[in-house]
């Protein structure tokens, strides 16, 4: 009996330590659960700037009243004032405010294998780094960095920001992503974050 646990309690620690490395995505040992929220809904948001990718709103990514809440920490709010294009609709009228040092974390949406970038519109004197959150079932966090953006003083759609999602694998079985907002050198106001639910060729 005791072997046997000493055998059990091994694999559970190889099994930790097996979680922070990249294995082949239908190793599929841990899952994520399910999303908080999945939209059906996808067009060519970005197709005024020549981009013909199909992207679904993030949860709460157009940060109207009555939207999915996002998780706003260290001065970040929702303020007035829309983005000038109005990609998500000409009745919009918020917007995400978020001082140097602050983070804005979405509630959970749904991925797959396509997922593969996002974009915003966003304005501002900082940068914005662009991280991906995945929580196991187990507790376990992955964190892949999606890069940084830097806002213009006016309204501007962002550069696709690549998320690596196909990284996401490993050990996970994953169903669900956050995305986390992180401003620094400078306050930003952002607007509209949207994701390609499509791999393109």
């Not at 005791?2 to 239908?26: C, E």
Request: net charge neutral; hydrophobic share 40%.
């Amino acid at each position: 009996m005791a072997r046997r646990l000493r055998h059990l309690f091994g694999l559970t620690g190889v099994l930790v330590v097996l979680a922070g490395f990249a294995l082949p995505s239908n190793a599929g040992l841990l899952g994520t659960g399910s999303a908080s929220y999945c939209d059906p809904f996808a067009f060519q948001a970005f197709k005024p700037w020549s981009d013909s990718s199909n992207y679904m709103l993030t949860p709460g990514g157009s940060f109207e009243s009555g939207t999915p809440a996002w998780k706003l920490a260290g001065g970040a709010k929702i303020a007035s004032g829309n983005e000038s294009f109005y990609i998500h609709s000409k009745n919009d009228s918020k917007s995400l405010y978020m001082p140097s040092g602050s983070s804005a974390t979405s509630p959970t949406m749904c991925f797959a294998a396509g997922d593969w970038h996002m974009r915003f519109v966003g304005k501002g004197s900082g940068q914005v780094k662009v991280t991906v959150q995945v929580n196991s079932l187990l507790g376990l966090v992955s964190i892949l960095d999606g890069g940084t953006v830097s806002p213009s003083g006016s309204w501007t759609p962002s550069p696709r920001v690549s998320l690596l999602l196909s990284n996401v694998g490993g050990l996970l079985t994953t169903n669900a992503i956050s995305l986390k907002l992180t401003a620094s050198d400078g306050s930003v106001q952002l607007d509209d974050v949207y994701l390609d639910p499509f791999k393109d060729t």
